[in-house]
């Protein structure tokens, strides 16, 4: 399987449209990366809450329990200590969802940012290429195969004008020297016919 032409215009052109292909999805998955960055800046009020939020737990927990030492009133002090210590879990748990929230915000948004332009790169630049590599493919197993550069032959005469013109003319024309087989002709013909394929004569 022959990945490029061997003709420099269209193996230029191949390597040009690949390094292209390349250089998008490299820079949409940079740009994906750097707005992800961007959001995860969201998230430091939440990681700033959740801080807090544990500290505030962990002071009031210590002051329960120093509480709870106090003779016969200890465990009354107790209570609405653990109370607001709970309460303070409650802000570092907030905190932690809102980190959570943001993260997948920008989990999502960098998947979009990635898997869409690649996508349309794909989409423009994978057909051609699956198609060149194709028809090379073809025009090489014809031109091995018996009968193969009749086969050749009458391609290039369906092709283009412009190749057809540069060649020598026969009497009675390019495609009235090829019914009668003539063996010249129909090899400036396979040799139309696999330049046109990018291919070497």
Same mark, same amino acid.
């Given at each position: 399987?022959?990945?490029?032409?061997?003709? +420099?215009?269209?193996?230029?052109?191949?390597?040009?449209?690949?390094?292209?292909?390349?250089?998008?999805?490299?820079?949409?998955?940079?740009?994906?990366?750097?707005?992800?960055?961007?959001?995860?800046?969201?998230?430091?009020?939440?990681?700033?809450?959740?801080?807090?939020? *544990?500290?505030?737990?962990?002071?009031?927990?210590?002051?329960? *329990?120093?509480?709870?030492?106090? +003779?016969?009133?200890?465990?009354?002090?107790?209570?609405?200590?653990?109370?607001?210590? *709970?309460?303070?879990?409650?802000?570092?748990?907030?905190?932690?969802?809102?980190?959570?929230?943001?993260?997948?915000?920008? !989990?999502? !948004?960098?998947?979009?940012?990635?898997?869409?332009?690649?996508?349309?790169?794909?989409?423009?630049?994978?057909?051609?290429?699956?198609?060149?590599?194709?028809?090379?493919?073809?025009?090489?197993?014809?031109?091995?195969?018996? /009968? &193969?550069? *009749?086969?050749?032959?009458?391609?290039?005469?369906?092709?283009?004008?412009?190749?057809?013109?540069?060649?020598?003319?026969? +009497?009675? &024309?390019?495609?009235?020297?090829?019914?009668? /087989?003539?063996?010249?002709?129909?090899?400036?013909?396979?040799?139309?016919?696999?330049?046109?394929?990018?291919?070497?004569?």
């Amino acid at each position: 399987m022959r990945l490029y032409a061997q003709t +420099p215009a269209r193996r230029n052109r191949q390597v040009l449209g690949d390094l292209l292909a390349a250089a998008l999805t490299a820079a949409a998955v940079w740009f994906a990366l750097a707005a992800h960055e961007v959001i995860m800046v969201l998230a430091e009020p939440g990681r700033k809450v959740e801080s807090s939020g *544990d500290s505030l737990a962990s002071e009031l927990d210590n002051a329960g *329990d120093a509480a709870s030492k106090v +003779p016969l009133v200890g465990d009354l002090l107790k209570k609405p200590l653990q109370s607001a210590a *709970d309460a303070g879990t409650g802000f570092a748990d907030a905190g932690q969802s809102l980190q959570d929230g943001v993260s997948q915000v920008a !989990t999502l !948004t960098a998947t979009a940012l990635i898997v869409i332009p690649v996508f349309f790169v794909l989409l423009l630049w994978l057909p051609p290429r699956l198609r060149w590599i194709r028809r090379s493919a073809t025009v090489r197993r014809l031109a091995e195969a018996p /009968g &193969g550069a *009749d086969l050749l032959a009458l391609r290039a005469l369906n092709g283009s004008l412009r190749d057809l013109a540069a060649l020598p003319a026969p +009497p009675g &024309g390019l495609a009235d020297a090829w019914r009668r /087989g003539d063996q010249r002709v129909i090899a400036d013909l396979c040799a139309v016919a696999r330049k046109q394929a990018g291919l070497r004569p």
